[in-house]
């Protein structure tokens, strides 16, 4: 006979009490895998999309972080074929893209309206962001634009909408150069697109570089969005360069993604204290039914001490059952919880667009084996703990006392 | 031979309430090694008292009490498991046998505290339920067994370990007579066999005529003997030390 078997055996002693214990570490378990599942799955998104919107180090002038541009571009980068090129032939880099942000006025000659522009390598920019900005009608900007012609332009949803714009449609671009001077240019409606997000869909515009850079009369360009191999090496390669580069700012995306940082912050907090409160629910179950145990066995427990049982070894008999209690509960619970991860995986269900947002997204829980042996950790320590207290307190009573117990 | 339990002046007190009750005064004990020993007295005595402190299971307030030459007051709680586990069997009225285990694991625990190899337990545990005619019954949980075959376990459990002394309080309450007599037979049997001292709390008679000595106690006071025959000469009560 070993401690083992015999815990064993006074776990099967009620049944049902167990099998009731054992449900409820099972949800827990369950509940908090689905969790984190669903906040790891959310956090991956977000850094995808955040690292690919961003870029995964963003180089751009020493002031750009810092300090509001005065005029266009006061602050843009001048010499940014030379730092595409060093960029380039380092073996890290996956491309480069270049970026001019800008805004101003967009006419269809009765009425107008505030533009929020963004000059953009098409070829690039579309090989990495296309599926983040999905083109409702038309197609996207050409690689290769022809030299006769009005210059090309993507329009955000509610923007066309508000502008009556439609794909072949002309419009005007009016813009102060980066000298001060009033600039326009007809543009060609070529596609329309949906950013994401509300505010942005009414004023969000795309143009190639080389249209923005004519409009703004200047051969700068805001920033470039590095992306690297190992989106992980970011930082590294960005203290480096940062180095190498003391008149340049570098910014890994991490630094930029406000949205994500903020959200992880929110759902840290949230699934935290869910997690809390998941943990101290079977934490109770567990200690209301080991109390119950050992109030019902507290003539055993004199017994055995009588035997000279140690009150340890008697505290540890009734934790070792805790913990097949704890053990059972948490590995039908990952299980539970791996099952309802792959069933969504082989059938999503999209859940509604989140504040801010207009498109939804596939629930899914993302599958960390770390994380599951964490949760099983807790969800067992939880177990033990519960055990030692409930036993403590039956160990505590003297033998007489306990051996008269009825 | 020399004293197992060596009692003077030992008085035990409970708190009721706001009332203070004497189970024990002023106890004179001696009980010798190998002793069979009875003690009687009506409900209330400090029958189970006094055995419970000579099981080292509960503390007296007063007194000297020396356990195999040895102080019992002072000794740690640690100290007396080890001195129980060691030294000590117990047989109670109600069987207290552990439900989970079976006949077998009943009679090996106290061994498996004593960390007796494996093979060596199975061996001892074979040999003791073959004593008490269980050898059919090893595998029997407690509640597969009748009254008297749990009481066998239980008097096999007390010696397994051949301890010094085994304290039984009424052993024999919870057993038809035919049963009592076999349990009693066995009892007296195996202390003749082991040497071991028998202290055994009990109201029937036919046990206390298998008795070298029979201890009465009245109130928490051992009454003292108006003759003690030869057959008694290991036990001295009353405080005639």
């Known amino acids: 006979m070993k401690w083992l078997p015999l815990a064993w055996r006074n776990v099967r002693r009620n049944r049902r009490r167990s099998l009731i214990t054992i449900l409820l570490a099972c949800t827990g378990t369950a509940a908090l895998l689905l969790a984190s599942g669903f906040a790891l799955s959310t956090y991956e998104a977000l850094r995808e999309m955040s690292a690919r919107q961003i870029g995964h180090v963003v180089v751009a002038h020493r002031e750009y972080f810092h300090n509001d541009e005065d005029a266009p571009l006061s602050h843009g980068l001048g010499d940014s074929q030379t730092v595409m090129s060093d960029l380039l032939a380092d073996p890290r880099v996956a491309t480069v893209v270049p970026r001019l942000n800008y805004s101003g006025l967009i006419s269809n000659g009765d009425s107008s309206a505030i533009f929020l522009g963004t000059g953009v390598d098409p070829e690039g920019e579309f090989r990495i962001n296309g599926a983040l900005t999905p083109v409702e009608q038309g197609r996207a900007l050409s690689t290769h634009p022809a030299a006769q012609g009005d210059p090309e332009v993507m329009l955000a949803r509610e923007l066309a909408r508000k502008l009556k714009a439609g794909v072949g449609d002309t419009l005007t671009l009016l813009t102060t150069t980066v000298d001060g001077a009033l600039n326009g240019i007809d543009v060609q409606v070529v596609g329309i697109y949906g950013t994401g997000t509300p505010e942005l869909d009414e004023r969000a515009l795309l143009t190639d570089v080389a249209t923005a850079q004519r409009l703004l009369r200047t051969d700068k360009v805001s920033t470039l969005a590095v992306y690297l191999y190992d989106r992980d090496g970011a930082p590294a390669f960005a203290a480096e360069r940062a180095r190498a580069w003391p008149d340049r700012a570098l910014r890994t995306w991490e630094d930029l993604a406000s949205f994500y940082a903020k959200v992880r912050a929110l759902y840290d907090r949230i699934f935290g204290v869910l997690g809390i409160i998941i943990v101290v629910m079977v934490f109770f179950a567990v200690t209301n039914t080991m109390s119950m145990s050992v109030t019902e066995r507290t003539r055993e427990i004199g017994t055995l001490a009588a035997l000279g049982t140690s009150p340890g070894r008697i505290v540890a008999n009734f934790a070792t059952e805790s913990g097949i209690i704890g053990l059972l509960g948490a590995l039908a619970g990952m299980a539970l919880a791996g099952g309802v991860t792959l069933l969504l995986h082989l059938f999503p269900v999209m859940m509604p667009p989140p504040p801010g947002r207009t498109e939804g997204y596939p629930l899914l829980f993302y599958f960390s084996p770390a994380v599951y042996g964490t949760v099983a950790v807790i969800i067992i320590a939880a177990a033990v703990l519960a055990a030692l207290l409930a036993a403590r307190r039956g160990v505590g009573k003297p033998i007489v006392e306990a051996l008269s117990h009825v | ?241």
């Open chain 2, 1 to 241: 031979m020399d004293a197992l339990i060596e009692m003077s002046g030992l008085s035990k007190h409970y708190r009721m309430g706001a009332v203070q009750v004497t189970a024990l005064h002023d106890v004179e004990l001696q009980v010798q090694r190998g002793g069979f020993v009875a003690l009687c007295g009506p409900s209330g005595s400090g029958k189970s008292t006094l055995l419970n402190v000579c099981g080292l299971i509960d503390a007296h307030d007063r007194g000297r009490f020396l356990f195999e030459g040895r102080e019992v007051k002072g000794q740690t709680p640690a100290q007396l498991t080890r001195w129980r586990r060691d030294a000590i069997g117990f047989v109670f009225q109600g069987f207290n046998l552990i439900p989970v285990m079976t006949a077998f694991e009943n009679v090996e625990y106290p061994l498996l505290l004593n960390d007796t190899p494996a093979a060596q337990r199975r061996a001892r545990v074979r040999e003791m339920l073959e004593r008490v005619g269980l050898a059919g019954q090893a595998g029997h949980r407690p509640d597969e067994l009748s009254g008297g075959q749990r009481q066998r376990v239980a008097i096999a459990r007390a010696l397994i370990k051949a301890p010094l002394l085994v304290v039984a309080d009424e052993p024999t309450a919870n057993l038809d007579s035919a049963t009592a007599a076999q349990v009693i037979d066995l009892m007296h049997a195996l202390a003749q066999e082991s040497g071991t001292t028998f202290l055994i709390a009990t109201h029937d008679e036919r046990m206390t005529r298998r008795c070298e000595r029979v201890v009465h106690l009245v109130d928490g006071m051992l009454q003292p003997q108006a003759a003690q025959p030869p057959a008694l000469s290991g036990v001295r009560a009353g405080g005639g030390r």
